[in-house]
């Protein structure tokens, strides 16, 4: 069964342009969540999809919004992009809401960086 | 609310000696507890979980945890360590009976680097 995955692996981008990362949940899966990961911070909780509709938002601004397809795959984007944004984006899939199961699968992560 | 703190940011070890990553808690109910491990280059991966039973975990890799509900601690633990155990290690907490922010999403300590040197 393939796992999670994420494209792409690696950006570069400068400030106030704007991304858009993917994930593809295991098959199966109806729950893509994302997380932001910082030195700093460790994993910060962004927001959650769920049958093509948002169900949880962590404390993160406007400018982070994300959608979730009818075949589970979701998408990410950042829009004014700042220096502050740069780091590990996670996406994790579920069979249920991730506040209802034992476990997360993670993809491998985009690495983004903002110059 | 529910919160997760991993007082140490590294860990160092030498091979073959037994490793501790620490783990503490806060929740206003009974947690469900998790360790993940994070290689570089690579996404989380799923080491252990605690719901209920046995104080004492056994996960992946020959790692287990023991969950001291008095210390509201949650230790990965392995007896042995080897190099290739050098890895980030992430403790996780979600409370299922409690919404914490409005929802039952783990909350992820900041990670723990733990370095086993030859």
């Known amino acids: 069964k393939a796992g999670v995955t994420q494209t792409p692996r690696y950006l570069i981008k400068t400030r106030g342009q704007q991304v858009t990362l993917s994930c593809s949940p295991i098959?199966?899966?109806?729950?893509v969540s994302w997380y932001q990961q910082t030195p700093g911070q460790g994993l910060q909780f962004l927001f959650e999809y769920f049958s093509e509709t948002q169900r949880n938002k962590g404390n993160f601004p406007g400018r982070f919004s994300g959608r979730q397809f009818s075949n589970s795959r979701s998408e990410m984007n950042v829009s004014t992009l700042e220096l502050g944004d740069s780091a590990l984006y996670l996406c994790?899939?579920?069979?249920?809401?991730?506040?209802?199961?034992?476990?997360?699968?993670f993809g491998p992560g985009t690495r983004l960086t903002v110059l | 609310a529910q919160s997760v703190a991993q007082p140490e940011d590294q860990v160092n070890v030498a091979e073959g000696n037994p490793l501790t990553v620490k783990c503490t808690y806060s929740?206003?109910?009974?947690?469900?507890l998790f360790w993940y491990v994070q290689y570089p280059n690579r996404g989380l991966q799923f080491l252990l979980k605690y719901i209920t039973g046995d104080n004492l975990v056994k996960g992946s890799y020959g790692f287990e945890a023991e969950f001291n509900k008095s210390q509201t601690s949650f230790h990965l633990k392995k007896p042995s360590a080897l190099v290739s155990d050098s890895a980030l290690y992430f403790c996780?907490?979600?409370?299922?009976?409690?919404?914490?922010?409005?929802?039952?999403?783990?909350?992820f300590g900041r990670g723990t680097s733990l370095i086993v040197h030859p």
């Open positions: 996780a907490v979600r409370d299922p009976f409690s919404l914490s922010g409005g929802s039952y999403i783990p909350t």
């Open positions: 098959s199966g899966h109806r729950s």
């Open positions: 929740v206003s109910g009974n947690p469900y």
């Open positions: 994790a899939s579920s069979l249920g809401l991730a506040g209802e199961v034992d476990e997360q699968f």
